[in-house]
């Protein structure tokens, strides 16, 4: 016996070729959430609890992998979360947050693609942070730890992943390094409430665009530049 694995999700929705290497590495503390799923699970609440927004919806005017992605409206209070995740507290471990996003021109200060949900501390995303000169920002609690001194780009789709890696934060566009730092190895990050597209507590943070094939990994997928996937994650 080899390879036993057990996925919280089906994995495999219709005929398909057998992994000829081990399919640990996929092991999740969150479901992926791709493509269509991405549009229809998180709108049917079946991760996400509370969509902050009726107007966040599932569309395929734009999308990355499968019939649809998600869509922002960039309104304030926009947000999707998910309370109460525990295997999000990641303390100081490493973890590995990835998504596809394809903004549109941002209208607020500091829209967030990934934040807590509650209030304005521990581990958030910035697409255009405007305390670092209006660039792609990773923010933990009140500190800019890493300013990359890039710009989004609007109206194209972008691989965006953020990982730790034995303390090492690292923000990578397109798989590529665009930031890092070592000097946060004690930051101890909990997204047991996780928020996407903004939160609740501050009303300057509503990312608006699309995004799809948001996943979180318990591990350091990337710890060099990487080519982006070229399909969903999970399929």
Not at 78 to 93: E, M, P
Not at 96 to 105: G, H, M, N, R
Not at 206 to 225: E, L, Q, S, T
Request: net charge negative; proline share 5%; glycine share 8%.
């Amino acid at each position: 016996m080899d390879d036993f694995a057990i996925y919280n999700y089906a994995k495999y929705t219709e005929n398909f070729t057998p992994a000829t290497e081990s399919q640990l590495h996929e092991t999740v503390p969150l479901p992926p959430v791709g493509n269509e799923q991405l549009a229809k699970d998180i709108i049917s609440n079946t991760y996400f609890t509370n969509l902050g927004n009726t107007e966040i919806i599932g569309t395929s005017e734009q999308k990355k992998f499968g019939k649809a992605s998600l869509y922002f409206p960039g309104t304030s209070g926009q947000r999707i979360n998910k309370n109460g995740l525990t295997d999000l507290n990641f303390g100081t471990k490493d973890f590995t947050i990835a998504l596809w996003v394809y903004p549109e021109t941002q209208t607020f200060l500091y829209p967030m693609l990934f934040s807590y949900e509650t209030d304005n501390n521990n581990l958030r995303l910035a697409l255009a942070d405007n305390q670092s000169s209006g660039n792609i920002a990773l923010i933990w609690d009140t500190t800019r730890i890493i300013n990359t001194g890039k710009k989004y780009k609007p109206n194209t789709w972008a691989h965006y992943a953020v990982v730790r890696k034995d303390g090492i934060f690292t923000i990578y566009e397109n798989g590529i390094s665009i930031g890092s730092t070592s000097a946060y190895k004690t930051a101890n990050v909990n997204l047991s409430n996780l928020s996407l597209g903004g939160n609740s507590s501050v009303s300057n943070c509503p990312y608006k665009g699309y995004m799809d094939d948001f996943v979180i990994y318990n591990k350091a997928i990337y710890d060099n530049n990487f080519n982006p996937p070229n399909s969903a994650v999970g399929n």
